[in-house]
T-cell receptor, first 118, second 116 residues
Framework: GAVVSQHPSRVICKSGTSVKIECRSL??????MFWYRQFPKKSLMLMAT?????????EQGVEKDKFLINHASLTLSTLTVTSAHPEDSSFYICSARGGRSGENYGYTFGSGTRLTVV | AQKITQTQPGMFVQEKEAVTLDCTYDTSDPSYGLFWYKQPSSGEMIFLIYQGSYDQQNATEGRYSLNFQKARKSANLVISASQLGDSAMYFC?????????????FGTGTRLTIIP
């Protein structure tokens, strides 16, 4: 079935550094990638939507210069948290649109990345 | 705009009993889809069941069924014969079908704990 591989699953970084999170669709072309952020015991909040080859559309209140999203190919989308600070610590998860018709009804999630900024 | 409301932050249910998780929604789209996901402590989002707004019958997937009441704008998840492994967070979500409205909007979730 459709699989989205998300790496890393966990990352600890120092304050001020940048962290890149990758999501790869393994056996289908992801025309659209959604990036979510989830605080502990909270819901998933959409950060941005990216379509292959075009600029990402960010949700209101999300700093586009801080959370850089690249969707350079139909199988790879990346989220880079630039100059990370402790308040950026969170669970980040991607969701890809595409794949075989009907599978997961079109949405395949990565396994998530737990980011801790110290 | 789309909105999903889950009013049960937590539920405790005895093993083998049935459980209903509530979900109400609001949307201006004439056509939409409703989803339920399970999120265990590992964080992955596990797709459980889907209901299209024009589907005539309520969706069922094994022990999961969706009680879809369109007039009331509710899409409750029913889990029959609950098991210890059902303990997790459960999220209701919806998507519109209009152009540019493919994103999933999630509710705040319900933490389900199955008691042995």
């Amino acid at each position: 079935g459709a699989v989205v591989s998300q790496h890393p699953s966990r990352v600890i970084c120092k304050s001020g550094t940048s962290v890149k999170i990758e999501c790869r669709s393994l056996d289908f072309q992801a025309t659209t990638m959604f990036w979510y952020r989830q605080f502990p015991k909270k819901s998933l909040m959409l950060m941005a939507t990216s379509n292959e080859g075009s600029k990402a559309t960010y949700e209101q209140g999300v700093e586009k210069d801080k959370f850089l999203i690249n969707h350079a190919s139909l199988t790879l989308s990346t989220l880079t948290v630039t100059s990370a600070h402790p308040e950026d610590s969170s669970f980040y998860i991607c969701s890809a649109r595409g794949g075989r018709s009907g599978e997961n009804y079109g949405y395949t999630f990565g396994s998530g990345t737990r980011l801790t900024v110290v | 705009a789309q909105k999903i409301t889950q009013t049960q932050p937590g539920m405790f249910v005895q093993e083998k009993e049935a459980v209903t998780l509530d979900c109400t929604y609001d949307t201006s789209d004439p056509s939409y889809g409703l989803f339920w996901y399970k999120q265990p402590s590992s964080g992955e989002m596990i797709f459980l069941i889907y209901q299209g707004s024009y589907d005539q019958q309520n969706a069922t997937e094994g022990r999961y069924s969706l009680n879809f009441q369109k007039a009331r704008k509710s899409a409750n998840l029913v889990i029959s014969a609950s098991q210890l492994g059902d303990s997790a967070m459960y999220f209701c979500a919806m998507r519109g079908h209009s152009f540019g409205n493919e994103k999933l909007t999630f509710g705040t979730g319900t933490r389900l704990t199955i008691i042995p």
